[in-house]
């Protein structure tokens, strides 16, 4: 898994599967962490729903959340404000576990 941390944040790569059942995190697509969304891409439908679910699986608001504005694929740069520490081992364990919040 990739990521970049600094004393305020982690930043790291998503690969997001929008239209998905059901909304999940969890396991590693590469060196991105894999999140489903049951929302389409429509609108920034898919963006939101990434945004809200990074948010409790992290257990962070969501506007400590950002995602790359240029990022219009599935795969997408995601910037988490907060502790490096605490934010690398939530990180390190949705790759390997998984979680469905």
């Known amino acids: 898994m990739s990521y970049r941390a600094t004393h305020d944040?982690?930043?790291f790569w998503i690969h997001v599967t929008p239209g998905?059942?059901?909304e999940a995190i969890g396991g590693?697509?590469?060196?991105a962490l894999r999140v489903h969304v049951t929302a389409r891409p429509v609108g920034g439908?898919?963006?939101r729903a990434?945004?809200?679910l990074l948010a409790r699986a992290f257990?962070?608001?969501r506007a400590w959340i950002q995602l790359d504005?240029?990022?219009t694929g599935r795969r997408?740069?995601?910037r988490i404000q907060g502790d490096a520490a605490t934010l690398t081992r939530r990180l390190s364990e949705l790759a390997t576990e998984g979680e469905i919040p």
């Open 45 to 47: 439908d898919a963006n």
């Open 50 to 52: 990434c945004t809200a």
């Open 59 to 61: 257990e962070t608001h």
């Open 69 to 71: 504005p240029a990022s």
């Open 9 to 11: 944040s982690l930043s």
């Open 28 to 31: 590693a697509h590469g060196d």
């Open 20 to 22: 998905a059942r059901h």
């Open 76 to 78: 997408k740069r995601v």
